[in-house]
């Protein structure tokens, strides 16, 4: 099993940033895909952007060129930093990580508790 630890939520103004972490912990050497995923008010959970075992990134595109993910493979711990925020990205921001894939793509995931951004106008 992997659990996961987020931080690094809080409010900002628009135009500022944020630097989301996400530590995990226990079965780490198995991890495949990490991502970040949000979930505004009244809204259904949706990808922000994710970082594979190797390294490459996907993002939505509402986010591309703004927000950037990163990994540190030592620490375990994936990154979102978040530049130019704006309004509409005020959300709860949950960190995810898969393993386990079969070959159908089915995978194991882990979820964190999440943590709240909040971009003021």
């Known amino acids: 099993q992997v659990q996961l630890v987020e931080s690094g939520g809080g409010l900002v103004q628009a135009g500022g940033s944020l630097r989301l972490s996400c530590a995990a912990s226990?079965?780490?050497?198995?991890?495949?895909?990490m991502g970040w995923y949000f979930q505004a008010p009244g809204k259904q959970r949706e990808l922000v952007a994710t970082i594979s075992v190797e390294g490459n990134t996907d993002y939505t595109d509402s986010v591309k060129g703004r927000f950037t993910i990163s990994r540190d493979y030592d620490k375990n711990t994936v990154y979102l930093q978040m530049n130019n925020l704006k309004p509409e990205d005020t959300a709860v921001y949950y960190c995810n990580a898969d393993w386990g894939c079969n070959s159908w793509g089915e995978c194991l995931e882990a979820w964190g508790q999440g943590t709240l951004v909040t971009v003021s106008s």
């Open positions: 226990g079965n780490t050497l198995s991890i495949n895909t």
